[in-house]
């Protein structure tokens, strides 16, 4: 079976083929990052036209470099949800349509359930039950994951997501959006100068709160007669300390109450080199495993969503092509 997937929840349009004899065969992305970074975030509108020009020149694109011809797709999987609606619908549109033209199924997919997920694309994969840490722009979740489809959150964030207070911070940094690889890249060159708070380390359930760390942030750069380059490599070191010693501790603490031995890291701060060093240290000290996708596959891509659509092929296609976005949509809700 040949499922051709399609992502364009947000500033990034993937497409990819997934074959389920032979696994990922081919994948392309076309990230708006230059588009929107003079606007300091994603705009809406720019995002849809965007994902206007490039999905079909994307589509052709991989069916030659892959030699396959759109006839021998067996099923279209997309984003139906969350994200932005405009964005959610240019995907949607024509993968409905494609599919209908085609007399083949559509697969509508929760974009984190293809992040929760796209770590199965990897050689070594995990099996069920395992506990995943999303980490996005837009979320950050402990989530219990039992089978396909059975996803529990147990801890989530009551404020910013994880990738939300890296944005924030690169930005009062004066790095460009989004900056959490950016911020990333600048704590390498920093030391240990500036203590930072870690929210809700101690406390005793699995939610998250990264606004206050954010704003601790704001303080120590207020405070600064001069931001050297020095002293912002210094912030981004004790703000990156802080952040990834939060997920840690938390994730662990998810570890020991699900009683499970597998994590899963997924999405774009599962790309941050620290905290894959230090969940990786842990699971060596103590006696878990811990997955992670491919850095390409942390942050939004096509292949996580053509996975994903083929692993609940048999729960949700359909060949009935009416379609709806749900830019608001929740696990909980699949
Ligand atoms: O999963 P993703 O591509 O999109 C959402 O579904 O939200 O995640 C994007 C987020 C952004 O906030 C971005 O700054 C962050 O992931 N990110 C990183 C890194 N690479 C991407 N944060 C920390 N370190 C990184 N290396
Ligand atoms: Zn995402």
């Known amino acids: 079976m040949l499922v ?3 992502e364009s929840s947000c500033d990034e349009t993937g497409i990819a083929i997934y074959d389920s004899q032979k696994g990922l065969i081919g994948h392309t992305l076309h990230s708006q990052i230059q588009l929107h970074s003079s606007y300091g975030g994603v705009v809406p509108e720019l995002a849809s036209r965007d994902h206007i020009k490039y999905v079909i ?7 030659k470099n892959n030699s396959t011809s759109i006839n021998s797709i067996d099923a279209i999987a997309y984003t139906s949800g969350p994200g932005l609606s405009g964005a959610l619908l240019v995907g949607s549109s024509l993968a409905e349509a494609l599919a209908y ?3 083949i199924p559509s697969i509508p997919v929760h974009h984190l359930e293809g992040h929760i997920l796209a ?3 990897e050689t070594e994969k995990p099996s069920f039950p ?3 840490l999303l980490v996005s722009g837009g979320h950050t979740q402990l989530i219990d994951v039992k089978k396909i489809g059975e996803y529990n959150i147990i801890g989530d964030t009551l404020d910013d997501a994880a990738g939300e207070a890296f944005d924030k911070t690169a930005k009062l940094l004066g790095l460009d959006y989004p900056g959490g690889a950016a911020l990333s890249r600048l704590a390498k060159k920093g030391n240990f ?3 930072l708070p870690r929210p809700l380390i101690n406390s005793h359930g699995l939610d998250f709160s990264f606004s206050g760390l954010k704003t601790a942030v704001l303080t120590l750069v207020k405070k600064q007669s001069k931001l050297t380059d020095e002293i912002k490599a210094n912030i981004a070191f004790a703000f990156q300390e802080s952040i990834t010693d939060v997920l840690v501790k938390k994730t662990i603490k998810g570890l020991e109450e699900t009683g499970y031995k597998n994590i899963v890291v997924s999405g774009g701060v599962g790309a941050n080199t620290k905290l894959r060093e230090k969940l990786t240290f842990r699971s060596e000290l103590e006696n878990f495993k811990v997955y992670f996708p491919k850095l390409e596959f942390c942050t939004d891509n096509g292949a996580m ?3 994903a659509g083929y692993l609940r092929a048999h729960l949700s296609s359909k060949k009935n092509y009416k379609f709806s976005v749900k830019p608001r949509w929740r696990l909980s809700e699949i």
């Open 4 to 6: 051709l997937g399609i």
């Open 57 to 63: 020149p994307l589509i052709d694109q991989l069916l």
């Open 101 to 103: 033209s085609l007399n």
């Open 119 to 121: 770590p199965l694309l």
């Open 130 to 132: 395992f506990l995943a």
């Open 193 to 195: 100068e500036f203590e």
């Open 305 to 307: 969503i053509a996975l």
